[in-house]
């Protein structure tokens, strides 16, 4: 199973809507006037009503990129730095692509070495101007008309959008951390590692003293609440088990005194099922939650590498069709380098990418592989789609050689 680009992957396979297209080279799009333009007003356009959402830029700084993982750059460290500019630039805070780590201190140095700009809006286009365009590559699974709507009507969309059916500009209750991790993990993964409220606390699954009446009582406490908090959220199986690992708790042990009367082992036991079934649900409706909350999309620089996605059966689930890869040519300020947000191991050296008679035709440095798009992209950014007829094979290396 491929880990990554599970970013690539993962968020690829799902139906991307789009917004008017031609198809332009990379060089007229660096143009003054013309496709680039709108390209990156359309763009900046959603940016600024994020922006009008944001509320207070501390707070919604050290919300937002809370430092975690491979990130070395923390939300009180940008406000500082954006603040300090002049113009002042926190309300560029709604951008995951100007607050990566390796973003950040090359804009913030642009901007105090290249004279004074009206609004923090004229500097990002500025350092656009100057950083240039790129051309990637993604995939989707889709039909032939959905693919031609993609191009011509509508540009590609997020998960965000889809599952609002339209731009939604309310903030996310997660941090840009836990959703471009979110791309990177399996399927079968343990909860994520989000601040939901309802991971239970006090419980020592190596120690049962631990397992105290209050400590079972959190558990429980936690489960009722996040159902109330996720309804429908999952399947019938998971909710039904966690209301039998609840309603049997209750019933053998609806006090301390009957609950302390039970063997330590089967206190355990008890203790340990509801966790469990309370965790399965939790990861469930989170990686759902995770996915209507979800402004990432995933590119590649290498076209190869973005075709090997048709030949994974469990990340093609998408509206149905057939796998389309679409050529766009995206300002280079908006493609962030996913390792900025997720932890390092999750990642191997390099991609060995074979033809369907298993010949090497390439490797793949980790470095091509894989951006992350923050929000939609503008169909004049597409320049092309073709299906992919016959896949290529992606294979993990580890260490490059």
Same mark, same amino acid.
Request: glycine share 4%; aromatic share 8%.
């Given at each position: 199973m491929i880990n990554s680009p599970r970013l690539l992957l993962q968020s690829n396979m799902q139906y991307a809507q789009v917004s008017p297209a031609s198809g332009v080279g990379v060089e007229s799009m660096r143009g003054e006037g013309g496709v680039h333009s709108i390209v990156y007003s359309h763009r900046e356009e959603e940016l600024k009503a994020l922006c009008k959402e944001m509320g207070d830029p501390h707070l919604f700084a050290l919300k937002m990129y809370p430092g975690r993982n491979n990130s070395v750059v923390t939300g009180e460290m940008l406000h500082q730095f954006l603040s300090a500019l002049d113009p002042n630039c926190t309300e560029l805070l709604v951008d995951p692509a100007i607050c990566a780590s390796s973003r950040i201190h090359g804009f913030c140095e642009f901007v105090s070495k290249h004279g004074k700009f009206e609004n923090c809006w004229d500097a990002r286009k500025a350092y656009s101007d100057y950083l240039?365009?790129?051309?990637?590559?993604r995939s989707v699974k889709v039909s032939k008309s959905e693919a031609e709507n993609i191009k011509i009507t509508y540009?590609?969309?997020?998960?965000? +959008?889809?599952?609002?059916?339209?731009?939604?500009?309310?903030?996310?209750?997660?941090?840009?951390?836990?959703?471009?991790?979110?791309?990177?993990?399996?399927l079968n993964c343990t909860a994520p590692k989000v601040e939901t409220g309802f991971v239970p606390n006090g419980v020592d699954a190596r120690n049962s003293d631990s397992y105290s009446f209050e400590a079972s009582k959190n558990i429980i406490d936690k489960a009722v609440g996040f159902l109330e908090a996720f309804p429908g959220?999952?399947?019938?199986?998971?909710?039904?088990?966690?209301?039998?690992?609840?309603?049997?708790?209750?019933?053998?042990?609806? #006090?301390?005194?009957?609950?302390?009367?039970?063997?330590?082992?089967?206190?355990?036991?008890?203790?340990?099922?509801?966790?469990?079934?309370?965790?399965?649900?939790?990861?469930?409706?989170?990686?759902?939650?995770?996915?209507?909350?979800?402004?990432?999309?995933?590119?590649?620089?290498?076209?190869?590498?973005?075709?090997?996605?048709?030949?994974?059966?469990?990340?093609?689930?998408?509206?149905?069709?057939?796998?389309?890869?679409?050529?766009?040519?995206?300002?280079?300020?908006?493609?962030?380098?996913?390792?900025?947000?997720? +932890?390092?191991?999750?990642?191997? #050296?390099?991609?060995?990418?074979?033809?369907?008679?298993?010949?090497?035709i390439k490797n793949v440095s980790i470095e091509h592989a894989e951006k992350l798009h923050y929000g939609s992209v503008s169909l004049h950014s597409i320049t092309n789609f073709q299906p992919v007829v016959k896949p290529h094979t992606l294979v993990e290396v580890s260490p490059l050689s």
């Open positions: 240039g365009v790129e051309r990637v590559f540009g590609l969309k997020p998960s965000c +959008d889809r599952a609002h059916d339209g731009f939604n500009p309310a903030p996310s209750k997660y941090s840009i951390v836990d959703h471009a991790n979110s791309h990177v993990r399996e959220d999952n399947s019938q199986r998971v909710r039904k088990e966690l209301l039998a690992s609840i309603s049997k708790f209750e019933i053998k042990a609806p #006090d301390s005194d009957s609950y302390n009367k039970l063997k330590p082992t089967e206190r355990v036991v008890m203790c340990r099922s509801l966790y469990k079934s309370l965790n399965t649900a939790l990861t469930q409706a989170v990686q759902k939650d995770l996915k209507n909350h979800d402004r990432f999309q995933s590119f590649t620089l290498d076209e190869d590498l973005g075709s090997c996605v048709a030949d994974d059966p469990n990340l093609a689930a998408s509206t149905g069709g057939d796998v389309y890869i679409f050529e766009c040519d995206i300002p280079k300020i908006d493609l962030i380098d996913p390792k900025d947000y997720i +932890d390092k191991k999750s990642f191997p #050296d390099s991609y060995n990418i074979f033809n369907s008679k298993g010949e090497l």
